[in-house]
Nanobody, 126 residues
């Protein structure tokens, strides 16, 4: 049974950092892609970053580029999203999602993901 699930988010002050993790189960170490998405209040969910488990290819949207870093530990079947220089505009529910045989690219975040986590709240105070 394949699944993906996020760690707990939290409350952080503007300029601070937070690291989220996404545990993946049921996949082989090299046959999935993971995307991170967020949904701010009153807005649609949007993809912000992805990574391929096979070769570590990553992608970031412009709004998080240079501030967020996505990494994977295949031995632990876990993908991390390190978020630095957080801004109040980053306040959202964050989701990770897995796509079987998914390869990260600029298009990846628009694909229909196979497995979604339940989401975790990240709040950035000003």
């Amino acid at each position: 049974l394949r699944s993906a699930g996020e760690s707990e988010g939290g409350l952080v002050q503007a300029g601070g950092s937070l690291k989220l993790s996404c545990a993946v189960s049921g996949f082989s170490y090299d046959d999935y892609g993971i995307g991170w998405f967020h949904q701010a209040p009153g807005k649609e969910r949007e993809g912000i970053s992805c990574i391929s488990s096979s070769d570590g290819t990553t992608y970031y949207v412009d709004s998080v580029k240079g501030r967020f870093t996505i990494t994977s530990d295949n031995a632990k079947s876990t993908v991390y999203l390190q978020m630095n220089s957080l801004e109040p505009e980053d306040t959202a529910v964050y989701y990770c999602a897995a796509l079987y045989i998914g390869k990260c690219s600029s298009d990846f975040l628009y694909y229909d993901m196979d497995y979604w986590g339940k989401g975790t709240q990240v709040t950035v105070s000003s």
